[in-house]
Nanobody, 124 residues
Framework: QVQLVESGRGLVQAGDSLTLSCAAS????????MGWFRQAPGKEREFVAAISWGGGSTRYADSVKDRFTISRDNAKNTVYLQMNSLKPEDTAVYYC?????????????????WGQGTQVTVSS
């Protein structure tokens, strides 16, 4: 069973950049669609970005498009989320997630593996 471990939590200022990593242990991620969701206090978990198993397809939430980039290195069993031009509204716990299949859904229920989450705080 693949387990996902996020890293890269941080407290940054608006306009800064931050990269989150998600490493898979106890298995390989090469056959999984990988994604990132986030959840701010009092809000529902929302889709951020996802990438197909081969990296050929990506999907982004409108709120992060052109600022965030998702990528993966299957040889290292790791997926990344490069976040640029961060805004206070990006503050949330960020969760790495995975699912089998080629489709890239944007709802949490479609993903069956989740990491513990990592906190990102953006101050104004």
């Amino acid at each position: 069973q693949v387990q996902l471990v996020e890293s890269g939590r941080g407290l940054v200022q608006a306009g800064d950049s931050l990269t989150l990593s998600c490493a898979a242990s106890e298995g390989a991620i090469s056959s999984y669609t990988m994604g990132w969701f986030r959840q701010a206090p009092g809000k529902e978990r929302e889709f951020v970005a996802a990438i197909s198993w081969g990296g050929g397809s990506t999907r982004y939430a409108d709120s992060v498009k052109d600022r965030f980039t998702i990528s993966r290195d299957n040889a290292k069993n790791t997926v990344y989320l490069q976040m640029n031009s961060l805004k206070p509204e990006d503050t949330a716990v960020y969760y790495c997630t995975a699912r089998t299949g080629a489709f890239i859904p944007v709802v949490p229920i479609a993903y069956n593996l989740w990491g513990q989450g990592t906190q990102v705080t953006v101050s104004s």
